[in-house]
């Protein structure tokens, strides 16, 4: 059993770092894309606009799905639809080729985030520690080496095809091997998930809205930065365009390191704590960079915001498995469509209070939500008898008891 659980955590884990890169690979030449299918500024927030939208989609059907079939299984075949569809955005010539390659990208990347969740919050019940951090931080690993790999193809000005072609032809096969380790590591299964939903159907949505909240409000957080970083440093500090560039690299690489340990913390000082931390770390940053004099200064905010606000989503995840033990499926994959609220309301809403009000201002409203989260806190506590979870603590101390040799 030891051996399985390693080989499932490896392989989620480079699930993980592959749809990083995937994802990065998209956003970071939205620009090209643009330009090779002739999208109008008018319609490109539409195009951007319809990802999310069907990635919630995509997140509920998963919900279904897996009262059926194991989160693994759609794991297994959502990762190749997603990397293929990337190439297609990349390969065709027509607006409706583009339409098409996006819609697939979205509905996939909906099953995808879920199913990647699902596996993780069950192997962290199996080991019965924090490892939900390590691979989210895959995953910005994954963020960083996919926009760094954008950055080569545009600066030698490579046609998106050319760009996306080897990586795709790497990281399929390989996404392919991989998922022969994933691992449902609840044990029953869906069925087992199935019952619990049905049972926790009418109280599910009323338990899991503080973490909704805290979800969408993170997300706000983090499409602010990828958004609005390189504006801001430009239009209201004044720096030179090379170097409003940095913040979002920088914020990329705080957040994977802020991942890369947040597990310890969370198993020192528990997830309360370690959330309410990033939370504060998260106010600063947007304090920091609504007040700086500088741009030196408000690149220091963005790190900030990038070591806070990295810890808040994993644990809400990992939260809601703790929440609702006997149905953790169907309550991640409720939680992840607000992922997809968050990335949706976070660029327009800055974007419209900036033009209405000011930037620096603005940075004031996800400052003042990310901190919210401290109202929230206590539902990241571990309660799982709470809600249908049965035999819950005691399955998970003695799962805990046996890990300490994993």
């Known amino acids: 059993m030891t051996g399985v659980l390693r080989r499932g955590r490896a392989s989620l884990a480079f699930g993980f770092f592959a749809q990083g890169v995937a994802f990065a690979l998209l956003v970071t030449r939205i620009p090209a894309i643009q330009d090779r299918y002739g999208v109008s500024d008018a319609l490109l927030p539409a195009f951007l606009a319809a990802v999310p939208v069907l990635a919630g989609v995509g997140s509920v059907v998963t919900e ?11 794991l297994r075949w959502s990762q190749p639809v997603v990397l293929l569809a990337l190439l297609g955005v990349a390969a065709g010539e027509r607006m409706v080729e583009l339409a098409v390659a996006l819609a697939a990208f979205g509905l996939a990347v909906g099953a995808l985030d879920a199913s990647m969740n ?11 520690r924090s490892i939900m951090l390590g691979f989210h931080a895959a995953y910005s690993l994954g963020g960083i080496l ?3 790999l954008a950055w080569a193809g545009a600066h030698w000005d490579l046609a998106l ?11 399929l096969p390989a996404a392919l091997v991989a998922s022969r380790w994933y691992v449902d590591a609840d044990g029953a299964g869906s069925a087992e998930e199935a019952g ?3 049972k926790a159907e009418g109280i599910v949505f009323k338990a899991l809205l503080p973490l909704c909240l805290v979800m969408t409000f993170a997300y706000i957080g983090d499409a602010t930065v990828s958004n609005w970083s390189a504006k801001y440093l430009q239009d209201v500090l004044g720096s030179s365009e090379q170097l409003a560039t940095v913040p979002y690299n920088v914020y990329m690489v705080t957040t994977l390191i802020g991942r890369a340990v947040g597990d310890f913390g969370v198993r020192r ?3 309360v704590a370690v959330v309410r931390g990033g939370a504060i770390v998260a106010a600063v940053g947007f304090a920091v960079v609504a007040g700086a004099a500088g741009a030196w200064v408000g690149m220091a905010g963005f790190t900030l915001l990038g070591l806070g606000l990295c810890v808040i ?5 990992a939260a809601a498995g703790r929440l609702f033990p006997g149905a953790s499926d169907a309550a991640v994959a409720r939680l992840n469509i607000f992922n997809y609220v968050g990335f949706l309301i976070g660029s327009p809403l800055v974007g419209a209070l900036g033009d209405a009000w000011s930037y620096r201002g603005a940075m004031l409203v996800p400052m003042v939500l990310v901190l919210v989260t401290l109202v929230y806190a206590r539902s990241f506590a571990a309660q799982p008898d709470r809600y249908g979870g049965g035999h819950e603590r005691s399955r998970t101390a003695d799962v805990g008891r046996g890990s300490n040799e994993l």
């Not at 989503?313 to 995840?317: A, K």
Request: aromatic content about 8%; overall charge positive; proline content about 9%.
């Open 313 to 317: 989503v994993p644990q809400t995840f």
């Open 196 to 198: 619990g939903a049905g």
């Open 146 to 148: 996919g926009a760094s």
């Open 118 to 128: 699902m596996l993780g919050v069950s192997l962290q019940r199996a080991y019965g």
């Open 64 to 74: 279904r799905l897996v009262k059926r079939i194991p989160p693994s299984r759609i």
């Open 161 to 171: 095809v050319v760009s996306y072609l080897p990586v795709v032809g790497v990281l």
């Open 269 to 271: 000082f528990g997830a």
